[in-house]
């Protein structure tokens, strides 16, 4: 396998079935005039990161429609509806070659930005200790995350389960925490009432700004 050490790649989980939507799928319902998941995907796109993997399951074709255009891979996970793990371990597996460090991000984060994305891969590049960096924004843990190649190692061959709910205080020497400028990694939308909250927010702060430009 080819190496790149120069880079991070991203994994990018839209496989999930969103059954807290409703009968909506999260992530093709529109935040400012695009679908949810090729927003976030367009924000990592345009962030420090090389290779890109989509990891698709639940209505795969139609997501899969979502991201026409844009220079990313997809790869489908068939395990989908045993859990998220399955698409993070697909995801890793998926990668062409070896990275210095592999972004695992959710399709849902409207919030997210390039700057907050950067600030986090050159917060593990300059990282003092640990396999796996981890997000906060005033004490909320986040996404995405990053993992090492030691980690991406052993989660593929089934050493590690970062879908453990006790990984961070049973493995407290390969976590380390990183307080983010801005909360886009705390906000994701899982329900009708999150999705129509933030929907309200954005217009409520695109008025304001109009106002503050008129005046």
Known sequence: M???KSKIAGVVLAAG???????????????DGE??????VKTLQASKLGEIVVILGHESQSTHALLEGL???????DAYLSGQMTSVHCGLSALKKDYSGVMIALGDQPALSVVEVNFLIDAYLNRNKGEVVIPTYQGARGNPIVISPQCRND?????RDLGCRKFIEKNPE?????EMPGPGVIIDLDTPLEYNQYCDSQQLEDSYNMLRQAN
């Open 155 to 159: 989660i593929v061959s089934g050493k």
């Open 2 to 4: 080819a190496t790149d």
């Open 35 to 40: 679908p949810l998941l090729r927003r976030t």
């Open 174 to 178: 390969l976590v380390e925490m990183v």
């Open 71 to 77: 220079a990313v891979r997809t790869a489908y996970n």
């Open 17 to 31: 079935l969103s059954r807290r939507m409703g009968a909506s799928n999260k992530l093709h319902l529109p935040v």
